[in-house]
């Protein structure tokens, strides 16, 4: 098999939900840091070597290297327990990923990174503009989750699976992006079922 190495920035939920998927199947990877805050991401040897687009993460397997979260996460889940054998619950799987990418992950991880790690006085007009559409996005996503929860554990039949450990990273710390998650009682039962999964590990 070949090595694997997650190029990645620990504070990223898309990072850690590669991280998250390898150790649910017991797979080791090797974990490159960089900070995105300092540009590590932009400068040259990165972008030569890594992903020429200067984003984070990539899973590097062997000598290839695989960008997009939910795309290394397909990669490592291949064939397991995390995979649905029919074909309806693997699109429909594909769907919350989806889902996670277009309309929860643009509105909840914008805002914990803007008001967390930029701070919100060093945001541009624009930014700050969008403060409130975000938010509004964010909840919606949220809701959504909320009712689709309220009847089942899972987001896709009767275990994990990578929808769930898509939509579970940035989930978890929405609070920090002003998020509250009390509001979303099936939600925060999902996110105690996801945690005390075997082999879980926590975000850094």
């Keep these: ?3 694997l190495t997650l190029h990645e920035d620990p504070r990223s939920g898309n990072c ?7 150790a649910l199947l017991g797979k ?4 490159v840091q960089y900070d995105i805050m300092k540009g590590d991401t932009r400068r040259p040897e990165f972008l030569q070597s890594v992903n ?9 397997i062997g000598d290839r290297f695989l960008p997009e979260s939910n795309a290394a996460c397909w990669y490592l889940a291949e064939s397991s327990a995390l995979m649905p054998t029919d074909a309806f619950q693997r699109a429909d799987m594909l769907r919350w990923m989806f889902f996670e990418q277009y309309s929860h992950e643009p509105n909840i991880a914008t805002l914990r990174f ?3 790690f930029v701070g919100e006085s060093n945001l541009s007009r624009f930014q ?27 987001f896709v039949g009767k275990g994990a699976t990578l929808a769930d ?16 998650l009390h509001d979303y ?20």
């Design 16 to 22: 850690y939900k590669i991280r998250l998927t390898a």
């Design 52 to 60: 020429a687009t200067g984003r984070i993460p990539v899973l590097q």
């Design 114 to 116: 803007w008001l967390m």
């Design 165 to 180: 450990i898509a939509l579970y990273p940035y989930t978890h710390v929405c609070e920090a992006g002003g998020f509250r």
């Design 28 to 31: 080791r990877v090797k974990r």
């Design 128 to 154: 700050k503009d969008q403060i409130m559409a975000k938010r509004a996005g964010g909840e919606a996503a949220l809701a959504v989750m909320d009712e689709h929860l309220a009847e089942r554990d899972w």
């Design 1 to 3: 098999m070949d090595a």
């Design 185 to 204: 009682p099936a939600v925060c039962r999902w996110l105690k079922r996801v945690s005390g999964l075997p082999g879980y590990v926590p975000m850094d």
